[in-house]
């Protein structure tokens, strides 16, 4: 249940480690995404919502981090010409990984700076330079583990019956919506 005044932050992470190029995120097959998606009710006119960072706060923190000897190659035409091909990350040396957390952490501000929106078929708004909040409680993912394994029943035609019934009732559900 989402309450009034309840936020929700959505955090993707992804695994390139065994990748020897730039991973660039988009909506190519070839790309990293992030995408989640929610029913709730009653309708509102809310098509959709994303977050990016800022090209400062981006091109600051990837400035700092060649300074530092993380990323490699020409950060300047990287940026100017959004082309990230001969850009590359340093994983062998000590700290990189508490370095690559500071763009997501809030604990820097200058890192911490994003584009936010949200919007219907009707309105929309798009918000500049918003920092990302603090303070919220993160997810717990043992809250709603099972501490024993169970099998399904004997009788496989009602096991079977309900789960057809489930996916009904849920059809049947975002009909009505």
Known sequence: VILPGDTL?????????SRDFFTYGGESTSEEM?????FYYPAVDFQGSGS???????SQWMKDANSEGYLTGDIDYALENSDFSNIGWDNTKDGH?????????????EYNQNYMGCGGEENGVWLEEVSLPTGFEEYDANVF??????SPPEDKAYFIGNIC????????????V
């Open 97 to 109: 990984l508490e370095f690559y957390n500071r763009l997501w952490s809030t604990d820097y501000e």
């Open 145 to 150: 583990t099972c501490d024993e394994t169970t």
């Open 52 to 58: 990016a960072k800022t090209e400062a706060a981006l």
């Open 9 to 17: 932050i959505l955090d993707c992470y992804y695994d390139s480690t």
């Open 165 to 176: 019934f489930s996916i009904i009732m849920g059809f049947l559900g975002f009909m009505f």
């Open 34 to 38: 992030c995408f989640s998606f929610y």
